[in-house]
């Protein structure tokens, strides 16, 4: 009985460890076709938080832009509910943070609506983001 | 003879109108052009530096556990 117990504490103890262990290599990086498009400048960061299409858009870019956007407009809502902010609000405070991030030849969004190459000088971003982010 | 006199009457009012129907409809088209100026997007949000500040660490972490997303 005790050894029975033994083996059903062991293999709830195995259980959970696997399943953070799941959890842990769950974030995935970007989908090759996304990290692409990045590269190459069809697809760049906006002010709004939001990905969006650089040049002439195609059906392939515009489901590609669409899923990113809808993944992160369901990660922007849950952060607003936790935080008590609006969606837009979340959404264009993480839109500083991801401009900031954006790398030397990668597209960003002025807040005039200007799309611009990144370089090796701070992106132009709206006055409301934090100079000190990242 | 009167009654022959006012069909073609008739024939020529809709020949006329066969032709100038379309003829209107070709006058009444809108040009519709790209605007060459950048779309503007509204970035009218209202927000605060205080819930700029609140909310950034939050950011920082929803991109850093979903770097498939950004």
């Known amino acids: ?35 692409a498009a990045r590269a190459a400048g069809q697809v760049g960061e906006q002010p709004d938080g939001y990905l969006g ?3 002439e858009p195609t ?11 809808i993944r992160r407009k369901t990660l922007y809502t849950q952060s607003a509910t936790d935080e008590g902010s609006t969606v837009e609000q979340f959404a264009f405070v993480t839109g500083c943070r991801l401009i900031l ?16 190459t990144r370089d ?10 934090l100079s000190n982010g990242q | 003879m009167i009654a022959i ?15 100038a129907g379309p003829a209107l409809l070709l006058g009444g088209c809108i040009n519709i052009s790209a605007p060459d100026k950048p779309i503007v997007i509204d970035l009218n949000i209202s927000i605060t530096q205080e819930v700029v500040y ?9 991109i850093q556990q979903n770097p498939g997303v950004f």
């Open chain 1, 1 to 35: 009985m005790k050894f029975v117990t033994k083996i059903a504490i062991a293999a709830l103890i195995a259980a959970g460890t696997a399943t953070a262990a799941g959890a842990m290599m769950l974030p995935q990086d970007r989908d090759p076709a996304y990290a």
């Open chain 1, 53 to 55: 299409i650089v040049g």
């Open chain 1, 59 to 69: 059906p392939q870019l515009r489901a590609l832009v669409s899923n990113i956007n």
């Open chain 1, 101 to 116: 991030a954006t790398e030397p030849g990668e597209k960003y969004q002025t807040p005039d609506g200007r799309w611009m």
């Open chain 1, 120 to 129: 090796s000088s701070p992106p132009v971003r709206d006055a409301r983001c």
């Open chain 2, 5 to 19: 006199v006012n069909r073609n009457r008739w024939r020529e009012t809709l020949a006329a109108a066969v032709i």
């Open chain 2, 54 to 62: 609140r909310l950034d660490s939050k950011a920082q972490s929803v």
